[in-house]
């Protein structure tokens, strides 16, 4: 010891009997092997609930959705009935009227057309009808025959029929005459 050193300077390595952690106090703050698997199993109950009302909400959605499906299937031609229901009033009208003139006659056919075309065209099926001159389409087309013409090769001719579209899908072709390389 140095002479500036004094006893109450030296510091003190030992730990006072309050200092130490009795070992009791020491086993009561540690968790215990009970208290820990009580908690996992309460964790393991919180989680396995949650999965089975995963599950069920899962299945619950899918049976909504397959319903939802076989309903739409079921009633998907309803809009386009209920457009054609008008048609088939005007031509029942017609036929209620044994007497009418031909004139009349005609032109309740040509009115029940246009309410045909406009029922159609609401329910997107739309008319393939292409002009003489127009190329050749196998996709929208189909070639009944190939006549010799004054006009440039595969391209149409006449129309004997015309074809449909539902919305971007051919519903049938257009069936056309084509014109055939001139030699």
Avoid: W
């Avoid at 109450?8 to 952690?21: E, F, G, V």
């Avoid at 006449?158 to 084509?178: F, H, S």
């Amino acid at each position: 010891m140095t002479n500036q050193e004094t006893p109450s300077s030296m510091q003190d390595n030992t730990l006072s009997p309050d200092d130490a952690i009795a070992p009791e106090a020491a086993a009561a703050a540690a968790p215990t092997a009970e208290s820990k698997l009580a908690e996992l199993e309460a964790r393991h109950a919180e989680v396995s609930d949650a999965y089975l009302r995963a599950k069920a909400e899962g299945e619950n959605i899918r049976r909504r959705s397959e319903e939802e499906i076989s309903k739409a299937r079921k009633y998907a031609v309803e809009s386009f009935a209920d457009s054609l229901l008008p048609v088939r009033d005007s031509l029942e009208a017609a036929l209620a009227q044994p007497n009418a003139a031909p004139e009349q006659m005609l032109e309740g056919v040509h009115a029940t057309l246009r309410q045909l075309s406009a029922a159609l065209e609401r329910n997107k099926v739309l008319e393939i009808n292409p002009p003489t001159g127009t190329k050749f389409d196998p996709h929208q087309h189909q070639a009944i025959s190939v006549v010799p013409a004054a006009q440039e090769a595969n391209t149409v001719v006449a129309v004997l029929q015309k074809g449909y579209l539902i919305a971007d899908r051919v519903l049938r072709p257009a069936l056309v005459t084509v014109a055939g390389a001139q030699s």
